[in-house]
């Protein structure tokens, strides 16, 4: 089967948080539930992100509507930037979007074990070595988008999503000894790190290996 020809998706960033005053009332009731400065500060952070991201897709800007996991938003935060996705448009093929910021230097190597297949630490190894560090933090941001855009999101082992080219900058990704392959992903070298959002698909939009 083929993909759908096109998905809307749009992300936004910020490094400054949303002034309180523009708060909505269901916005004001999820702050106050937070208790140290520093975490209000990434959640106001994270809201301006959201919202640009909405805004840019066409959707409702209230940022309380939206529990995570959610098939049409996405968070993360990397420091003090918050990115957030957005799928916009009528794309009901897709059922689910994650969206992963990280920043260098990224998981350990030793690591690697504990969220990439076989397959995939073997594409790592067979690179040069002083490329092999800035490809384990792509790989760990494709995982957790994989990861976020799962709406059922059983346990918490990275390693059941597997991609079908490890090295490739986007591509098809699928759950473990699945035939279909449900997922999309893109990744993105940023200045200070790499991005990599991902979308679950519905059968319609996934393709079945021969």
């Given at each position: 089967?083929?993909?759908?020809?096109?998905?809307?998706?749009?992300?936004a960033?910020s490094?400054?948080?949303?002034?309180?005053?523009?708060?909505?009332?269901?916005?004001?009731?999820?702050?106050?539930?937070?208790?140290?400065?520093?975490?209000?500060?990434?959640?106001?952070?994270?809201?301006?992100?959201?919202?640009?991201?909405?805004?840019?897709?066409?959707?409702?800007?209230?940022?309380?509507?939206?529990?995570?996991?959610?098939?049409?938003?996405?968070?993360?935060?990397?420091?003090?930037?918050?990115?957030?996705?957005?799928?916009?448009?009528?794309?009901?093929?897709?059922?689910?979007?994650?969206?992963?910021?990280?920043?260098?230097?990224?998981?350990?190597?030793?690591?690697?074990?504990?969220?990439?297949?076989?397959?995939?630490?073997?594409?790592?190894?067979?690179?040069?070595?002083?490329?092999?560090?800035?490809?384990?933090l792509?790989l760990?941001?494709a995982?957790?988008?994989?990861?976020k855009?799962?709406?059922?999101?059983?346990?918490?082992?990275?390693?059941?999503?597997?991609?079908?080219?490890?090295?490739?900058?986007?591509?098809?990704?699928?759950?473990?000894?699945?035939?279909?392959a449900?997922?999309?992903?893109?990744?993105?070298?940023?200045?200070?790190?790499?991005?990599?959002?991902?979308?679950?698909?519905?059968?319609?939009?996934?393709?079945?290996?021969?």
């Amino acid at each position: 089967m083929t993909a759908p020809d096109r998905v809307m998706l749009r992300l936004a960033a910020s490094d400054v948080p949303l002034p309180v005053a523009d708060l909505t009332d269901g916005e004001v009731a999820q702050l106050t539930r937070l208790q140290s400065q520093p975490r209000r500060r990434t959640w106001l952070t994270a809201r301006r992100a959201l919202r640009r991201a909405l805004a840019s897709a066409g959707l409702p800007e209230d940022t309380s509507a939206y529990a995570f996991p959610h098939p049409r938003a996405s968070l993360s935060y990397a420091g003090e930037c918050a990115v957030a996705a957005a799928v916009g448009g009528d794309n009901r093929a897709v059922l689910g979007l994650g969206v992963d910021v990280e920043n260098i230097p990224g998981p350990a190597p030793q690591t690697a074990l504990l969220f990439l297949s076989e397959h995939e630490q073997q594409a790592l190894t067979d690179l040069p070595a002083p490329r092999q560090r800035a490809e384990l933090l792509r790989l760990w941001t494709a995982k957790e988008a994989l990861y976020k855009s799962d709406p059922t999101q059983t346990g918490i082992d990275l390693r059941r999503y597997t991609l079908d080219l490890p090295l490739a900058r986007h591509g098809v990704a699928r759950l473990a000894g699945s035939d279909v392959a449900a997922f999309r992903y893109l990744s993105l070298d940023l200045p200070r790190g790499v991005l990599t959002v991902a979308v679950l698909l519905s059968q319609n939009g996934a393709i079945t290996r021969d």
